[in-house]
């Protein structure tokens, strides 16, 4: 999943690609590196961010996603609103990548099982604003669990088919950095509520604090990719559906080597054997 910020004040590349012209060249240029998935989103949440006008959120995204669906790319919104979800489906977009889950508008629930689409969850707390002041666990990954495992209850409850549903355990979001880790080393208790799972470790500082410099400052976002793609290939070698990136290519290439990993894992030894004799 590569993505394209059409914000002025993301943590990463905030006002790269404000422009919708430039945010549309940016998609194709991550679909070149090897994007299956493009994500969309016009307001950020970067920790302390506020939130934007529904009307101005609309208007940095649904020309962009309907440039890029014409272009024959796979859309993704990122939205927690409702009818912007709804506005960018009939836009074009396949998939709504929702921060909060459902959380943040109730609305929700019904627009996804409406459309059919596919539907990401993150495990959410808070808004941008006032996440970190919610990053309290006793255990993380069984607290994660059990909240992510709550939340697809309710979506089903609300009419939701669950095959519709992706989780994602929104690292960085009301998590401080150590307690990234955790859940990045557990995916597979995640996995076990029965879900596929979508990561976004992308440039997060909790990469950051793990390169800090000397004196300790963070590596800034710009130089986490690389980190960003060993994330990506622990990750796809656990079994995530999915991993969203800045860095398309770097990430492309480490699912890649994951894929090879894990089926020469599923390699019997009798095969292993025969192939050898027949080099």
Not at 137 to 154: F, I, K, N, P, T
Not at 189 to 215: C, E, M, Q, W
Request: aromatic content about 4%; charged content about 25%; overall charge negative.
């Amino acid at each position: 999943m590569g993505v394209v910020n059409v914000t002025p004040d993301s943590f990463s590349d905030g006002g790269a690609w404000f422009e919708p012209a430039a945010a549309v060249e940016h998609g194709r240029r991550l679909l070149a590196d090897g994007a299956d998935l493009l994500d969309v989103g016009g307001e950020s949440t970067r920790p302390g961010a506020l939130r934007v006008d529904v009307d101005e959120e609309r208007r940095r995204v649904l020309p962009v996603i309907r440039e890029l669906c014409a272009a024959g790319a796979v859309v993704s919104i990122d939205t927690t609103r409702a009818q912007v979800a709804a506005e960018a489906v009939e836009a074009g977009a396949l998939v709504v990548n929702d921060v909060s889950g459902g959380l943040a508008d109730e609305g929700m629930a019904r627009v996804v099982a409406e459309t059919g689409v596919v539907y990401v969850a993150m495990h959410w707390r808070g808004h941008a604003d006032v996440m970190d002041a919610l990053a309290t666990y006793g255990d993380v990954v069984q607290d994660v669990r059990a909240e992510l495992a709550a939340r697809l209850d309710d979506l089903v409850a609300a009419g939701v088919d669950p095959a519709q549903v992706v989780l994602d355990p929104g690292l960085g979001f009301a998590k401080p950095g150590r307690d990234n880790w955790p859940l990045l080393a557990h995916l597979d208790a995640l996995r076990s509520i029965g879900r596929p799972l979508l990561v976004g470790a992308s440039r997060k500082r909790f990469l950051g604090h793990l390169l800090a410099g000397p004196d300790g400052s963070p590596a800034p976002p710009g130089e986490r990719d690389r980190a960003t793609a060993a994330v990506s290939a622990l990750a796809a070698a656990a079994g995530a559906w999915c991993v969203r990136a800045h860095d398309v290519a770097g990430s492309a290439d480490a699912v890649r080597v994951a894929a090879a990993w894990t089926t020469a894992q599923g390699t019997s030894e009798g095969d292993h054997g025969a192939r050898a004799a027949d080099r």
